[in-house]
Structures are given as structure tokens and as C-alpha cells.
């Protein structure tokens, strides 16, 4: 996926513990602009991955962004995480922050990257996402989720593309509805769920314990090397059982539901004026059947609810026929997200 003039560097930001008792790393990658004046210090751009939080790397990266690297002159920031279900959306939280934490730290980056380093910059940073990396950069970049509270720096701005966002009943009601096989399989079956289970894909792991059954924890899952693993969104979906997948209960349903979150922030804002806010841009394709377009309107509607204007701190890209991961067509771009992110304005930061 990535483009040939755009370089990255593989970088370990964090090590944990793991459930065998080894130290397991979880790298990012680092796109650097492939040379030429430098001018301005690169912003960087943080970019979370697709895969429900169950599946997929942090090397199936739009095109578009990688060759927006050279284009615009930023640092592209691709992390993984800690894969559900083994942990929960919480950890996956915790390493996100961590790695935006690590990358806006200066000593770090001297030792990882080099001269290359003094390149960046350190204040200030773009974070987004795709599908349920979306929604990750919507809970960390809008500061509902109280990993936000240590973050070095809060983001100057926050992109999401066809994002889940809520998985409330009454918004979200096809994540707990069986089907089988999904509307999307290739060979119209359904799948059958005693591999992934031999393998331990469906496992939660407890911290702690010794029951000697606890599966390792995979920071990431290439669909190539690890096709059984790559089945696990579909095979949510096909289970209506995705929200018990990625939550820790059916308490944290409102505890992480974007909507809910930002008419909670925000309640009252509208008549208070608003005050400043982090600028938001949405993208997604209207015949996505992965994740519905409706997750997308859900926050469209919250945030100009509490008082965002389109045109203003709010942008709206939509693809007409556009289904889910269309932009990872090798020619395909989002023609109003760069502008969004490099534009002077959107870089004030949230206080």
C-alpha cells in the first residue's frame, strides 16, 4: 500500500508483558518525507488502522495518505495495538496514547529516528483514523475517554474515516443482530468459528492468572500471514456478538459510544457559545454495509448539536456509492482531507 517515494522507519514505542511471560513489542511506522528543503517543521499525523480492534497491521494504510507524505511534507505516524478480544478497547486506548505520547517526545525520537528528528514537530499533531481506528481517534482526539487526560498535548485536530462510533442498541442495532452468513460474504457462507476458537482468537485473557488456557496477545494480524484471525469482524457480525468482542462489559456500551460522549461534553454549549473546539472532519462512502453510514451521521448530528458548523470546525466528505475501505484503492483519494490537515486555522489546540 505505501508509496514508493514516501520512507518509513519501523519503530518499538512500547514493550508489555504478555501472557507467556515474554516481552512483546508494538512498533509503529514512521513516513518521512523522501528529501528536499524542509521549510516548516513536518506536523505530524497520527493514523489508527482498520479491523474492527480484532484483526488487521498498521501496514494496510490508505495510499492516499502515504503519498500525501511527499505532497503536503508531514510525518505519518502508523501505529498497532494490542488486539481485542484478548484485551479490551481500553488498552487499545492506553497504546495509542502511548504512541503519541512517545512520538511527541524529542529525546525519543533523537534516539529512534536520528537527525531525522529535529524535523519534527513536537507541539503539535493531527490524529485520525479508518473504520474502528476511527473510533479511536474520535475518543482520544475529542477527549472523552480519560486516556485524553495524559496526553502530552491535546490534537489540533481530528480526522475519522467510515468510523464505528456508537454501539448503543437504538443507533447501532445490527451489531447484535445474527446474521449468517454476513450480507457482504464472497462464497454466500457462513463461518464456522471452531478455528478461531482452536486458535484462541475468541479468548479474553485476565492479567494474572494461571489457568494455563489464556491465548497470547497479537499486536497485529495481517490477513496474509494470519487468514483465520482476518475472519474475526465478519465472524462478529455474523454472531451479533462484536460489542462483547472489543468492551470490557455491557456497562462501557455509553462509556465509549462517540454520540453519547459528545452531548455530554458538551451539553449546553450551544447557549453558552460554544467556546473553542477541536476542528472534526467525517468521511465515509454512503454503501458501506460493514460499518453503516449511519455511525458517521450519529456524530455528524452530536457535534452540530453542541454548536460545530460545517465549513467552520466541521467537514463532511462523502462518497457517493462508496463502500467500506474504498479508499484503499490505489488511486483513490479523499480530495478535502489534506486540506483540512494542513490548513493553518485547524491547528490550534483544545484547552
Known sequence: ??????????????TFRNTDGSDTDIAADVYLPSGGELGTPLLPVFWVHTGGL????????????????????????????????????SEVLDDVRDCINFFLDADKLAQHLGAAANDVDTARYVLGGSSAGGWISLLLGLSLVEQADSLRTKA???????????????????????Q?????????????????????CLTRCHPGSDDGKQALIKTE??????????????YARQEGNFASLVLGSPDDVERFSVPHLIRRRWAGAREQGGGERVAVMVVYGDG???????????VIDAL?????????????????GGDHLYDMEEQEEVPGLWPFIILPRRRGVQQ
Open 1 to 14: 500500500m505505501a508509496s514508493p517515494s514516501a520512507s518509513a522507519k519501523t519503530v518499538v514505542f512500547k
Open 54 to 89: 480484532l484483526q488487521g497491521t498498521r501496514k494496510f494504510i490508505p495510499p492516499h495518505l502515504v503519498r500525501g507524505v511527499d505532497k503536503h511534507r508531514v510525518a505519518l505516524i502508523a501505529p498497532d495495538f494490542r488486539l481485542c478480544p484478548q484485551v479490551t478497547i
Open 156 to 178: 489540533s485536530s481530528v480526522f475519522s474515516i467510515y468510523p464505528i462510533t456508537t454501539l448503543e442498541r437504538d443507533m447501532a442495532p445490527f451489531y447484535y443482530q445474527a
Open 180 to 200: 449468517r452468513p454476513v450480507s457482504w460474504s464472497v462464497d454466500g457462507k457462513p463461518i464456522d468459528g471452531r478455528q478461531l476458537e482452536e486458535q484462541g
Open 221 to 234: 494480524a495481517p490477513p496474509a500471514a494470519d487468514p483465520v484471525r482476518a475472519q474475526m469482524y465478519n
Open 288 to 298: 458501506d454495509a460493514k460499518v453503516p453510514h449511519s455511525q458517521s451521521e450519529h
Open 304 to 320: 452540530e448539536e453542541v454548536g460545530y458548523r460545517r465549513g467552520a470546525d466541521l467537514e463532511v466528505e462523502v462518497k457517493q
